[in-house]
């Protein structure tokens, strides 16, 4: 970790991201939850300047070298990613009939929801995204 904590100094700058579903539900088992990740992940390119030089998608978790074009800030951009992501994922479980896992998901976002000062609601994705500059032997080592 930099010193200062986890932050993003350099918006243009080239990060290594994780962010991670809340309690590590293993969400991104079905197909349906990964198109959306899929599909927000092809919106903030267009939309936000996101740009993915590598990355993937485990069951509860994102790893990801990103940047962005000039004229976006990555926090921002990741911020609209994790934001529309959770809203359209949590309106697929309520709204699923086949869904095995719906109250359980459901119930621990809404608790993770109402232990973050922060939010109000149900919460998605952990807080934190870990990011980490790609550069100088600190990294690469």
């Known amino acids: 970790m930099s010193e200062g904590g986890y932050k993003i100094r350099d918006q243009l700058a080239i990060h290594f991201?994780?962010?991670a579903v809340v309690e590590w539900v293993d969400v991104f088992t079905r197909q349906q939850y990964r198109d959306i990740v899929l599909e927000k992940i092809r919106e903030g390119q267009k939309e936000n300047g996101l740009l993915l030089h590598s990355w993937v998608l485990m069951s509860n978790h994102f790893h990801g070298i990103l940047s962005v074009r000039e004229g976006f800030t990555l926090s921002h951009t990741l911020g609209e990613l994790k934001r529309k992501s959770s809203m359209e994922i949590m309106q697929a479980v309520e709204k699923s009939e086949t869904e095995s896992r719906k109250e359980w998901m459901l119930d621990i976002f809404l608790q993770?929801?109402?232990a973050n000062k922060r939010n109000d609601?149900?919460?998605f994705w952990r807080q934190?995204?870990?990011p980490k500059e790609c550069f100088g032997r600190e990294f690469t080592q």
């Open 17 to 19: 991201i994780t962010f």
């Open 121 to 123: 609601k149900r919460q």
């Open 112 to 114: 993770a929801g109402q």
């Open 128 to 130: 934190e995204n870990h």
